[in-house]
Each structure stands twice: as C-alpha cells, then as structure tokens.
C-alpha cells in the first residue's frame, strides 16, 4: 500500500527503480536491497523507499501508542521509550511531550568524548519536544577520574536537555 500510494502505478515504479514488477506485490525490501546493490554505495531510489516507509512504520506505531496511552491518562506527560536511532528521534509524533534518545557510544556512534550529546540537539527538533537522554553508566576508574559524567551532563544541558536518564546506574 506504501509503494501504490507513493507512485501512480507499477509502470511508474518500474521505471524508478529500474525494475520490471507486474504488480505491486513483487516489489519488497528485499528486491529493494537487490536493485541497488549495483548502485554507489548500494543506495538508491528504491532504498530510499525502504527508509521512507520504516520511518512512517515507526511513526504510525508511536502514534497509535501515544493516542491509546493519552486517552487512558491525559494529564500526565508523555515520554518515549530510549530511542537509540537517530532516525528514530527524527520520526516521534507530536502526541509526545518527552523525547528519551539513548545516547550511548554503543548504540549510535563511537563518541566517548561528547557521549553523543549532539542527539538532544536533534530530537528537540526545533524545540518542539523536551528531551531527556538516557546515558550509560557506570563508568570505569578512567572516565571517572576525566570527569566524563560531568563532561556529558553539561554538554547535554547545552544541546538543551531538561534533564539526563541514568542506565544502569550501580
């Protein structure tokens, strides 16, 4: 239903994607992924398809959370579960009032120095949400004596956190 609702029909498709479908149904993430294997750096219009559709997949899933979680409480706020994509901050629906990015070095990118901070920039999304990261911890003997909690909370304050969620806190 993504595909037909995106292109006016299976020609038109085709020839986006450099393919020959007979129908929408042939058409898949898989076949997606095979098109633009030949493409530079394996990306193509068909792979952006796939984004695109898992993007609106996730949105629609929070949605359909949030309208069902503030219908039962509405005046309490709303956060997100750790969100350890960017694309996944990217794609939060208004519903929300909270976003939680979880920026650990292991789950977006190798950053041990700014612990990601730059996430809360981005899931803030012009200001349209409150963000509270969720940082790993605890840390060892080493990032202890560099300071790197401190280091990680004020950067998040910058980026314009409200706050920091601590994991595995012990």
């Not at 349209?128 to 605890?138: K, M, Q, S, T």
């Not at 080493?142 to 920091?164: N, P, Q």
Request: glycine letters at 8%.
């Amino acid at each position: 239903a993504f595909l037909q609702r995106r292109y006016s029909s299976i020609q038109t498709l085709n020839i986006t994607w450099e393919a020959s479908f007979s129908d929408f149904g042939q058409a898949s993430q898989f076949e997606a992924r095979v098109i633009d294997e030949t493409m530079p750096l394996g990306v193509g219009r068909a792979s952006l398809d796939v984004a695109d559709y898992r993007l609106q997949a996730f949105h629609d899933v929070m949605q359909h959370w949030a309208r069902t979680i503030k219908a039962l409480d509405p005046n309490r706020p709303l956060l997100t579960g750790r969100l350890s994509r960017y694309r996944s901050c990217l794609a939060v629906p208004d519903e929300y009032d909270v976003v939680c990015p979880w920026a650990s070095p292991d789950a977006l990118e190798p950053d041990g120095l700014a612990h990601n901070m730059h996430v809360v920039a981005i899931a803030r999304r012009a200001g349209r949400f409150a963000v509270i990261p969720c940082l790993d911890v605890p840390l060892d003997e080493v990032a202890s004596k560099r300071g790197d909690l401190l280091r990680w909370t004020g950067l998040a304050g910058i980026h314009g956190a409200r706050g920091i969620g601590l994991a595995d806190w012990s």
